[in-house]
């Protein structure tokens, strides 16, 4: 059982992004005044919660401005609706059976390339277009081999789905994103730098494709209790 004093710094942020959620949706469907006050009440204790969880960082944002920030959001009707934002991950092999990994310049962590999807693109047209601006690379996509809830992994403090999709480099060279990226290389699965985000994730299941042992799609496993399970 959690305790006060133990209460992992995502595990806060998953707290204060699902109540965010709640108060939002409510927002956007809600046409009295009473349960505006109410829903705005719960967004400044999310507020209060995601400063809890960022507590010594000094690019933290106070709790009114974490309400600032997710109000900006709140649409009516089903634009109101809350739903975790969809990024995609390239996982991308080489003939060595070797992984394109970066460093990410926002964080010093190693993770395979990533972006948000943009409207009007498909999910794998994204892919490529992220791998390509991100590190020069030309890659051909093969198939989707995982579905990631990105603050469970660690990589995001707002809610995302990542869809993780299996790929080959065709072409390009390197040439890294100078605000994307720090660093880049091609790793073996004995070989992998550090720090990694998540790496007990995906590793596995990344280097099985790579090694053709790789099965269906992989996803987060249930927690026990749903949601309120632990990890």
Known sequence: MLTVES????TLLRWAESLAGVARTGLGFTQSQYE???????????????????EGMSEVLDSGG?????????GQGVAGYQT????????????????????RADSGF????????????SAPEVVVKEVREE?????EVQRLIGVLDGMRLGSSRIPLYSLLFFCRVVG?????HPLECTDAGWFARDNLPSPMIGAERWTGPIFDAIDGSGGAVFYDDL???VWRGES
Not at 7 to 10: C, S
Not at 66 to 74: A, F, G, I, L, T
Not at 84 to 103: H, S, Y
């Open 7 to 10: 209460v992992p710094e995502k």
């Open 36 to 54: 505006r006050e109410r829903f705005e009440e719960i967004l400044n204790i999310a507020g209060d919660i995601k400063v809890a969880a960022h």
């Open 66 to 74: 974490y309400v600032v920030e997710w109000m900006k959001d709140v």
């Open 84 to 103: 975790p934002k969809v990024a995609v991950g390239a996982a991308v092999t080489n003939d060595r059976g070797e992984l394109l990994l970066i460093q």
């Open 110 to 121: 190693w993770l395979y390339p990533t972006g948000w999807c943009d409207v009007g693109y």
């Open 135 to 139: 590190t020069g690379y030309h890659v």
């Open 172 to 176: 390009g060279d390197m040439d890294l």
């Open 223 to 225: 927690r026990v209790p």
